[in-house]
Every structure is written in C-alpha cells, then in structure tokens.
C-alpha cells in the first residue's frame, strides 16, 4: 500500500485498480461513451451563451430591498419583512433573454446573483474594494482554472464575479446602512456579549477548527412544497391567509403573531404575482416590437402564462413548469441561500405531461427541450459569497432533482416517462445544474435504472445514487418523536448535495458549516497548540501513553469545540430570527401557513433537521490505527517521533513548491524519515475492508454523532450528524500539516464520507463499499461516498448492467449513497494544461458537479488522485 | 471438502472484473504456464515461482538494494541505456527469498515483487467478500498463467467455491493432460479455452509448444461438456489473424458443435511487464488491430456458422 502511495508521490501517477493497468501507459485517454448535443438549435444556442456568459453581482434587489425596509421601520417584524420584499420585487427590471420559453430570474443578468446585506455586508464592500480578506491567501483557491478576467470598460472584476460600475455607488450605501444591523454584525456583539465561550469561539476560527463564517450564505437545504404554488396557486394561499385572519382573535403574544405572519404571507403572495405580471408586460412589450413572427407568438404565449400562473392553479406541463420555477426563485430572493432543492418534479409535473401528451398540446420533443431549457435556468442562478465559502464550496448551488423513489401513499413504483426525459435532459443539455439524483428501491424499474446508468457514463458525475429504503429508514427513525407518517417519509428527496430532505414539509438543513477533524487531531497530538499559528487552544493535556489516553484526549478537544462550533450557530440564528424571518419561503413549506408561523419558529411540519457537517475523519481514522499499531503495539516508534517525522513533513519540501496539492509528484528533499513514512503508510488504511482501522474509523464516528446528540439546535431538538465534505478538505488540508496517516502538510484531506484516501484503497472498489457499510447511516443525515470509475470498465449495454448490479448489491449490504466519475483521469490530466479545450467538462467533486476548469487546482489535483477503479 | 490448507502461488485477485467471463467476476491469476506466447499479457504469470519486477523509471540509483541482495543478484548497470534504470538483476542468481530485502530496500517503487504463497481460505476471502455483488450470473474467474499448472490447488479452489454455490470459469490454454481438465468438470462452470492458432508449426513456434494436445483436449472437452466450453483466440497481427486462420478455427469450432467465439483483439498490457522481469519483448513492433479488421474477422467467422463477440 505504502509502495502506492509512494509511487504517487514520485512518479506523479494516478493508482489505478487494478494496478496491473497501472503500468501500462496507454496512448491517448478514452473518451465518455454517451456524448449528446441538446436536442434542438434553440437549446444549442442557450447552452452556448451561457458558457460564454461571465457571472454578474446585481445589486438592484437589495438597493430597492433596503429603501423599503428604512421606509417601513414602523411596522412589525413580518410585515416590515414582507413589505420590503415587495416592493423590491416589484421594481427590479424584468430581464428576458432570447430564445427563452421558461422565463424568469434572480438577476438582470444570465449568470447574475443578488446581493443579501441584511446577512452580511462586509464582504460586498470587500469585492468592491478588490482588498484582501481575512485568510485570503488561505482560501483563495475558489477561483482557479480556466474561467480568465477579461478586463471590460464599465465593470470592475474580482474572480469570477463582476460588477457595473454605475451599481458599485448604491451597494456601498446599502452596505455601509447594514453595518451594524447586518446579522454577522449583530451575531458578532450578541456573541461577545452573551457567549460564554466567545474566546474559544474566536480561536477555533483562528486555527481553522471552523471555516470562515458562512453566514453570508446560511439559508437553506430544503425542498419546497412547489404543489402549492402549481396545483393550488398563490390566490388560493391569500384566500386561506384571510379566512384565517378573520377566525382569530388576537389574545396572546403568539395568536397574535399569527396574524402578523398571515397577514405577511398574502403580501408575499401578493409580490410574487405581482412580479410575473411584470415578466408578463415586458414580454407583450417585447412581442410589439418583434419581427420575427414566430418568436412574436412565443412572447405572448409566455405573457398568457404569467398572466395566469402563479396567480392561479397551473393547467398544462409549461404553466406547471413555469410555476414551480417562479416558486423556486421567488424563495431565493426572500433569503441567501444555498441548496434549494427542486426535488421530485418528475412525480409533481407528470399528470400535467400525461394529460398534455394524450389532449395534443404536447411532444415527448417538445417536453425534452424544455427540460433541457430548464436545466440552464437553473445553472443560470448563481450565488456570490466570500472567497472562503467559494473554496469551501465553489459557489455550487447544490439544487438538486430527484428520480426514482415510490408512490408516496401507496409505496409501490412510480417511475414514469418524465423521469427519463428528466435524465436524457440530464445527457444532452449537460449543465452543473440542476444535480440530479435517482432514489433507488427494490421497486424501481430497470428501465430508469439503465437510463440513469447511461446519464451517469455520460461522465457529468450525476445521478448521484441513493438507497431510497434507508433515507426512508433515516427519517423514520429521525422524525418519530414529531410523529412522522410513513407517507411522507417514503417522499423523501436530497436538500442539497447528499443531505435526506423532506418533499416540502422540513425545516431546512442549516448549519454552521464543517468541523475540520485533522486539525483536532494536530491540537491533541501538540499538547493543546495548533502547530500553525502557535496559537493555545486548549489547556495542556499531559503525555500520552496509551491508545486509550490518546482517545480520550480527542474526546476531551473535539467535544469542547463541536459544542462551541454548535452553539456558536444558536446565537447565530436567534439574531437571524429578528432580522430576517423566512416570509415567503415559510408559505412553501408545509405545516406553517397552517400553524401560522414561519420556519425558523418551528412552523415546518418536521424540524429535526439541523446538522453539523465536517471534513478530514478518514485521515484521523488512518493517522489513529497506525499510531495505535507502530507506537502502541509494535513500538516501533514513540509517538514523539511520529510528531517529529510529521512536524518536517517526512522530509519532503513544502507543497506550495510543487504547486500541487495531492499526493502527486512532491519532492524529497531528506531522506531522514522515510522509514516511518512508508511504516505510517504500511499501517492499515481505511477502504481495504479491514476491521482494525475500520473500527477506529466507526467509532470515531460514533462518538461525532453521540456529540452531535448531546446539543439542542435552535429549534429544540438534538443536532443530527451529517457527513460530507463539498471542497472543504481542499482549504482545510492547506490549514494541517503533515498527519500520522502519512499524508503531507497541506494536502488535501480525503474527500467525502466513506472514500479512501487516493491510492490506499488497494484492493478495489468492493473492498472499499465493505469498509464503507459498516458505518450505520440510519442516525446520519447523509453519508457520501465518492468513486472514480474508467470509461472502459462499465462499457456498452452490459457494462450498464453490471454497473447497476454493483449499485444495487452495495444498497442491499446497506450503503446509502454512490456517485462517479465515469472519466480517464488522462484526460483530467489534459483538462487541467488545457483548460480552454474543455469549458463545458463537468466532474462530480464532493457532492456536486463542477465545471472542471471553475474548480481550485488543490480539488483539480484531488480528482486526477483518487483511485480509478478500471474493469480487467 | 475442499482442502482449504492448500497453497499455491498467485499472483493477484482482482475483483469488480467484468471482461472474463458473464457479470461482476472476482479473477484469481494463478502464476505457471507451459506455453510462452509471444504476446502474452501476463508474462509474470508464467514461471510458477515469484518474481522480482523492475521498474526502471522509478529507480533513482541509490543502490540500497544491491547492498541488501544476499546472493549478489543485483549489480549497477554498466551499459546505462535510456529507460533501463540503474540497475540489473541476475535472474538466474535470484532465489526470490521470502524475507524480500531487495524490495524492502527500495522507498521508490522501483522493486516489487510478483507472485505470492497464499492458502486456500487465504484465496476465498476476498472471493466471499466479493460474493454478494456476483448477483446472478457472475462469479470466480482462474485465470494466470494457466491455472491448470498448478492443478492441485485450483481444483481445491473450485472445490471452495462450488462448496458456497459460486459460478466458476477457468480461462486456460487447454494444455493439461485431459484427465487434469476432466476432473474440473463437476466444479467448473464455463471453459474460457485460449484456441490461437490451427498450424502446427507456426503454433509451435509462436508459443513455444505443439498444438496437437491443445485441439485433442478442446475436442474432448467438446463432446463431454459442449454447453461450457467457449473458445476465445486472441487477434494478434501477424501471428494468428490470417483470415485463413481465423476461418479455420471457426471451422474446428463448428465441427465440434461449440457455437461461440470470442474474438479479443491483441494489447500491448504486457509489453511494461515483460521489460521489468528483465526479458526482450517479442513483437514490440506490432500494432493492436483496428476496428475494421476485427470487423471483417468477426465475420468471417460468422460465415463458418458460429456466434461471434468482439472484446
């Protein structure tokens, strides 16, 4: 195994499975098997300006949001919310783009996102002010790759991002109104005031226990209740708002806040029509002035619908399309976030396709190009952060779409002919957005199991695969205490990347982001001190003489600062609830119009939902069993020397040098530690289905989730674990240095949840699920399990069925999710010194598809690292 | 009852294989071959005994291992030849000792050893682990080498798998005597049988052994267990993929009322491994056939009457 890794580290070469195709250097790559083209010109032509569209920050929304919310500084809280949301709603430019049938958006631009000060406004000044951020240098790593700042006369440019000129002068008086009433400010003077624990809160940042705050982009990992807005219509949610209104009388402070919320939600309903009828005007106006007389008729088609949706219930496939899209985007501008899932559209818009399929107002054609047109719609809607998040997660948006699963009420099969069109979509209009996702049963036809096999062979990294019987497990056993029924449990769908959601009854997964684990680590094993800044976290702790003080000692260090980290989120989300309670986005989730309170008041129909996440566990589960091995059992070495072997990195250079952050091609420069180096990397590594580190790798895991436990999240309940990493391992590796698992300092940490560290996972794939399931997924939100597969191993129709046999047997043994990358690392290799060849290539990261060349080189060089299992 | 304290030398376990054989297949290579073909893809599978590989590209010339050699196998290269590496290894001096102080001695991959004891039970572990994703129609694949070198163990194999209903295939050149291979029947599942080349002499000189056995063998093998026997002929230029050739394999295969044929177009996997056992690649000229040609074998075959895969 050591010999692998080491190979890596001189030769530069990707471990492949099995290691005798290793040695044999092919020429060439080979290329993805599916390769499609969107089905017609005008899909084309989209998928064409959108790769050639730079991203835009719009300020518009949040200059009208802010003049609205000063103007109504009288009103209570929800109506001051709603009002403001309104009014902004109501005057941004309504922006339509040739070619388009699906209309609506954020932004005035393609690739536009908006700007949320009232979360926080110091980094847009930041942007503005092209200066560097705290730990920038850290985690400036979002942005690397092929996307080039071109220099435009009108627009200043940071990253990915720009901005007009004429827009930078509002957005720093936006900015410059919110500070001090932004909830980061706010947060921040509620924290040092009442936090007990501030001065551990404000070290463990230091360090980089925890990533820069996410609280810019904190919202978010549900799934709306888009049948409200498309089968009921928002006229219908006023009228029950008022009817309940009038049937209440105001007696205590909670009744009475009832009211207020009602009365907030018909104004949000309120500015959402009112926001389509806009669309609805531009596109009469623009269908004036048209020429071309088919175009003409595509305006005012799209003006008839917005003058009936979301006004009104929904009565073909492209009003109920058009609906749930001005659903989901009307949420967006209510609140920042990240991870709005789309869910199961396939079973929601079905009867509309059916019942426009069989009177004639529909093709199967026609149904696939708008899916196709759909799918850049949402890879349109971008989202701008500080450069830490855009490490953390590359400004994915992590929407992601659901296919499979089973009747919800009946529990038997409901695949249907949309889903496909849904996946083929998925093939021919490849976009990072939506991801999509196929939950798969017992039930689920072979049909839409080969055709998500094909999508997944077409290489974008997507459908990720899950065990629709042990998410239905998870939230079962995680919602019994709120009396979860089985029919909306069998409805499940993914918030985000891989996290379990509910089909719009759940409060969102929201949570203060990653725990970085190696970092724990590094503090145990240097007495309390982080080796990087020479910062005291901890007092001392005192020599370690056995494995079992070791583990007690990780106990002590990681409890203390997952607590803060939870707690921290708390106070967090107490200042968010009186600054900006969730208004419209609460009238899309069930239970709360019902029990007359938004989300964050418990209003959701199930709330036990809020995570913690964190990154690095397989490396401290390796880095554990070899001390445990080599200084505990063996005594090969004391666990000073394993220290001072990490402390020099084993002798090789720093990986800044190299430039590159895997294990891939680092220098030697001193031969002095390579004996325990190839010992600590001999050591048992997790992914070889070996109990003794795969023990140490469950129970590690246990003690996270029993910790996660042990706190109460804002909303009453326990916290839940979650596990994935999305790119936080990139920038946390560059935060740690050397570990007992013979990694280097500065490398990137192992991606996922149930992934091996590339190139110890020597005795492939099917090794690496066994060690996988013997983590139980039933108490966690998600598990993730990340596998880079070569093109030639599941060729042609009967490598499709293998493919889905060796899914389907890692469910039955009790795995809960899988996800590819079908792709010849060669040719990742050839992405990364030609960028400008492949814009459109899209991998799958952590829990989502990226554009490979929008990707920070350390996740880059990950990617082309990980193991690549190759059929013989 | 399979013995499972019987050992042999194999020389990998590759699971998640899908070319050898129907499904998901775990493929054990055992190590021993009596034939030496020209294109082999596994030379390290012919000696029975383990061996050490040199990788040349990876070695930096500190020379830790001929320090380490006790036998003095191991000498600087005095005719330092691109590519080559730093070193040479006197393969006739090598005793492979179990305790590897050569390959211990290296931190650059540059030595590895191929080839390793392993016990039946040893061998079944991972096959077990293996078993739930071989679903309905995969299985255990022995392939090497020829499994039947090392007779004895493989069929203690078999036995093991037969024992935990395991489909079992056995990729082999045919070239046991015929009661070693009729003795399989009750545990093997499917005959991969390696059919190269129906002119003697010109079998004879590309793999170094007559072919006469080889036919006698897959006739028996034909008439006693027809429904497992699949013939497979690898396509190599030059050697075996005359259209006459082709034809008359086809030919033969139709005679003995077998109705499948493989075609597997010729690789360069083994030429890497052939340099780092310190031998001469025979064909390093020769070029994999292309599409087209495996095409219009495919159909000559097809003409004879007999099913025809490509790959």
């Known amino acids: ?872 | 009852m399979a013995n499972l304290n019987k050992t042999g030398v194999v020389f990998d376990i590759q699971s998640f294989s899908t070319h050898d054989g129907p499904g998901i297949r775990t493929i054990v290579f055992l190590k021993g071959c009596q034939l030496r073909c020209h294109w082999c893809a596994n030379p390290e599978g012919q000696n029975v005994f383990p061996e050490v590989f040199y990788h040349a590209m990876n070695c930096v010339g500190c020379f830790e291992c001929i320090q380490k050699c006790p036998l003095d196998a191991i000498t600087r290269a005095e005719d330092e030849q691109k590519n080559k590496g730093f070193i040479r290894i006197d393969r006739s001096k090598c005793r492979h000792c179990p305790q590897l102080d050569c390959v211990q001695a290296c931190f650059n991959d540059a030595l590895k050893i191929t080839g390793k004891i392993m016990r039946v039970d040893e061998v079944m572990k991972p096959v077990m682990r293996d078993k739930p994703y071989f679903r309905d129609n995969g299985g255990i694949t022995l392939s090497g080498g020829d499994p039947f070198f090392q007779h004895d163990f493989a069929m203690e194999i078999l036995k093991a798998c037969k024992e935990n209903y395991i489909h079992t295939a056995i990729e082999t050149e045919a070239f046991a005597a015929y009661e070693k291979i009729e003795a399989t029947f009750p545990y093997v599942d499917l005959y991969l049988c390696d059919l190269k080349i129906m002119d003697p002499a010109k079998h004879q000189q590309f793999t170094g052994v007559s072919n006469k056995r080889i036919l006698e063998n897959i006739k028996k093998m034909a008439a006693a267990v027809p429904s497992k026997v699949l013939i497979r002929v690898p396509v190599i230029p030059g050697c075996t993929d005359d259209v006459e050739n082709i034809r008359a394999i086809a030919a033969f295969t139709r005679e003995n009322n077998l109705t499948r044929i493989h075609l597997l177009p010729y690789h360069k996997l083994g030429q890497p491994k052939f340099e780092q056992l310190g031998r001469e690649y025979p064909m390093p000229d020769v070029q994999p056939p292309d599409k087209g040609q495996m095409e219009a074998l495919k159909q000559v075959v097809e003409e004879e009457g007999v099913v025809c895969v490509v790959g």
């Not at chain 1, 709330?607 to 990154?615: D, F, G, I, P, R």
């Open chain 1, 1 to 872: 195994m050591s010999q692998n890794v080491l190979s890596m580290l001189e030769t530069g070469k990707t471990v492949t499975w099995p290691p005798t195709e290793a040695e044999q250097k092919k020429e060439g790559f080979v290329p993805r098997e599916v390769k499609r083209e969107p089905s017609t010109e005008r899909g084309k032509r989209i998928r064409e300006r959108f790769l050639n569209t730079r991203c835009m920050l719009d300020p518009q929304f949040s200059v009208h949001y802010t003049k609205a919310w000063q103007e109504n500084a009288g009103e209570p809280l929800y109506i001051r919310r709603a009002l403001s949301y309104k009014y902004a709603l109501e005057k941004i430019d309504p922006v339509i783009d040739p070619d388009e049938l699906i209309v609506m958006r954020k932004s005035r631009y393609m690739r536009g996102a908006i700007c949320y000060p009232q979360y926080s406004q110091e980094f847009y000044k930041t942007f503005i002010e092209k200066s560097a951020e705290t730990d920038a240098e850290l985690f400036d790593v979002g942005t690397g790759g092929g996307k080039k700042d071109i220099k435009r006369e009108g627009y200043r440019t940071i990253g990915v991002f720009s901005i007009k000129e004429e827009d930078v002068e509002p957005l720093s008086e936006v900015c410059n109104y919110w500070t001090g009433k932004s909830i980061e400010d706010v947060a921040i003077k509620f924290l040092e005031e009442n936090f007990p624990e501030n001065d551990d809160l404000v070290n463990a940042f230091k360090v980089m226990l925890y990533p820069p705050s996410v609280i810019s982009i904190m919202e978010g990992r549900w799934i709306p209740a888009y049948d409200i807005i498309v089968e009921r219509g928002l006229e219908d949610v006023i009228k029950e708002c008022e009817e309940r209104i009038s049937n209440t009388i105001p007696t205590t402070r909670d009744v009475a806040e009832q009211i207020m919320f009602w009365r907030a939600a018909i104004i949000s309903c309120q500015a959402v029509i009112n926001w389509a009828k806009n669309y609805a005007d531009k596109a009469r106006e623009m269908a004036k002035a048209e020429e071309c007389s088919e175009r003409k008729k595509e305006l005012e088609e799209i003006a008839e619908i917005l003058e009936w949706v979301p006004a009104k219930p929904a009565r073909t496939f492209r009003e109920a399309m058009q609906a749930a899209w001005i659903g989901h985007i009307a949420v967006w501008m209510d609140c920042s976030v990240v991870g709005l899932s789309p869910g199961r559209w396939g079973q929601l818009l079905y009867p509309y396709y059916q019942k426009d399929l069989e009177e004639g107002r529909l093709t199967k054609e026609e149904a696939l190009e708008l899916m196709e047109l759909l799918r850049v719609k949402f890879a349109s809607e971008e989202y701008i952060t500080p450069s830490s998040w855009a490490a953390m997660a590359s400004s994915n948006q992590f929407q992601h779409m659901i296919v499979g699963g089973v009747d919800p009420k009946t529990g038997r099969c409901s695949d249907n002919e949309l889903e496909e069109l849904i996946l083929e979509a998925g093939i021919s209009m490849q976009t990072t957005q939506p991801t999509l996702g196929i939950m798969v049963n017992p039930k689920t036809s072979e049909r839409l199991l080969m055709k998500a096999a094909e999508c997944t062979k077409a290489g974008a990294g997507y459908p990720a695969w899950f065990n629709h019987e042990t998410c239905v497990k998870h939230l079962l056993w995680c919602h019994a205490e709120e009396g979860i029924t089985l029919e909306d449990a069998r409805d499940v769908c993914m918030a985000g990347c891989v996290e379990v959601g509910l089909q719009g009854t759940g409060h969102g997964i929201c949570h203060p982001a990653f725990y970085n684990e190696v970092k724990t680590l590094e503090i145990v094993l240097n007495d309390g001190v982080d080796p990087r800044t020479g910062l005291r976290v901890f007092e001392p702790l005192g020599e370690i003489d056995s494995f079992e003080t070791l583990w007690e000692n990780w106990c002590k260090v990681k409890e203390k600062f997952m607590k803060v980290y939870m707690r921290y989120w708390n106070y967090v989300v107490a200042t968010r609830r009186q600054i900006n309670p969730l208004i419209f986005s609460s009238v899309l989730v069930k239970d709360c119009v019902a029990k007359g309170k938004p989300m964050d008041d418990n209003g959701a129909r199930y709330n036990k939902t809020v995570t913690l996440l964190n990154s690095g566990m397989v490396n401290v589960a390796n880095a554990m069993a070899a001390i445990k091995k080599l200084v505990f059992e063996e005594k090969k070495y004391t666990l000073e020397e394993v220290c001072e072997a990490c402390a020099n990195n084993f002798g090789y250079e720093p990986v800044e040098k190299s430039g590159n952050f895997s294990m891939f091609n680092q220098k030697k420069v001193s031969r002095e530690w390579e004996q325990i180096h190839r010992d600590l990397l001999e050591a048992p590594k997790y992914g070889n289905d070996d109990d003794y580190v795969d023990s140490i790798f469950v129970d590690l895991w246990e003690h996270y989730n029993q910790t996660c436990f042990s706190e109460t999240s804002y909303l009453g309940y326990e916290w839940i674990p979650a596990a994935l990493s999305i790119t936080a391992h990139g920038p946390f590796g560059r935060a740690c240095g050397a570990s007992p698992d013979g990694r280097l300092a500065g490398v990137t940490l192992t991606d996922g949840v149930l992934s091996a560290t590339p190139g110890t996972d020597v005795n492939g794939p099917i090794a690496l699920l066994n060690s996988g399931v013997k983590l139980d997924p039933t108490p966690m939100r998600s598990v993730q399990l990340n596998m880079k597969m070569h093109p030639q191993s599941i060729k042609g129709t009967e490598g499709s069925k293998n493919f889905v046999n060796f899914i389907k047997t890692y469910f039955d043994q009790g795995g809960y999710h899988i996800q590819f990358n079908v792709v010849d690392s060669d040719m990742l290799r050839d992405a990364q010194a030609h960028p400008e060849n492949y814009r459109d290539l899209i991998v799958r990261v952590a829990g989502f598809s990226a554009y490979w060349v929008e990707l920070g080189k350390p996740i880059q060089d990950e990617l082309i690292a990980r193991t690549e299992y190759a059929a013989c």
